[in-house]
């Protein structure tokens, strides 16, 4: 039974195009974030958000716009998709977003996108 | 920018045997790291957590943490067809905003 529920599961899309990741954690976790994985770079940290406030921004581009509806949903838009994009984006949670008793992240199972 | 260097990049061991893995993180205000396992296709999970100098056993997996050196290492024994995965390093500094940096991973095959 997931608690980090992540749609869709697959995803292609034409270049230029804009898309929306879903994102929703029923783990009762204050802190959500999204991580990118694509074969030619390992996971790579793009957002993270603290009781739905942005944190950390770490995507060079504005083409990324994380967006929080509620605490427990962080949804992703990417608006002129390019096949640079091409990737598994990741949403994951912790309890918080850190200190001490270091929180340990949680993973949704991932939405695969490719722009072609 | 933090780096976490994972090595060796792939390992093959025989069914039964040990697998070391090996990751150091560049940044100095790195206090704790993980190790998460991602079976292909899946979701990256997390296998053991070290926040503290030494190590820490679970099962058949253990972990060592040198903090000096920032550098942690994981040990698999008796490894089975079912460890085959990649393995994530994660580093967390005490400071900030707590970013989770992941490594390049080890991707591991155990053979039978």
């Known amino acids: 039974d997931p608690k980090i529920i992540q749609k869709p599961k697959y995803l292609v899309a034409v270049t230029g195009s804009e898309k929306i990741l879903i994102c929703e954690q029923y783990?009762?976790?204050?802190?959500m974030y999204w991580y990118r994985q694509s074969a030619k770079k390992p996971l790579e940290f793009m957002f993270s958000?603290?009781?739905?406030?942005?944190?950390d921004n770490q995507t060079a581009s504005s083409r990324f716009q994380p967006q929080s509806s509620k605490k427990n949903h962080l949804d992703l838009q990417i608006t002129a998709l390019k096949p640079d994009d091409s990737a598994t984006y990741f949403c994951?949670?912790?309890?918080?977003?850190?200190?001490?008793?270091?929180?340990?992240?949680?993973f949704g199972s991932g939405t695969r996108l490719t722009v072609l | 920018q933090q780096k976490v260097q994972q090595s060796p990049e792939s390992l093959i061991v025989p069914e039964g045997g040990m697998a070391s893995l090996n990751c150091t993180s560049s940044?100095?205000?790195?206090?704790y790291f993980w190790w998460y396992r991602q079976h292909s296709g899946k979701s990256p999970k997390m296998l053991m957590?070290?926040?503290?100098?030494g190590e820490k056993e679970e099962g058949r997996f253990t972990v060592h943490l040198n903090k000096a050196s920032l550098h942690t290492s994981l040990h698999i024994r008796d490894s089975q067809p079912s460890d085959s995965a990649l393995y994530l390093c994660?580093?967390?500094?005490?400071?900030?905003?707590?970013?989770?940096?992941f490594g390049a991973g080890t991707r591991l095959k155990v053979i039978a």
């Open positions: 783990l009762g976790h204050n802190a």
């Open positions: 994660a580093a967390s500094p005490n400071t900030g905003n707590y970013k989770y940096v």
């Open positions: 957590s070290i926040f503290s100098n």
């Open positions: 994951a949670s912790s309890p918080r977003l850190g200190g001490r008793g270091a929180e340990t992240l949680y």
């Open positions: 940044d100095r205000n790195v206090d």
């Open positions: 958000y603290s009781y739905q406030k942005l944190m």
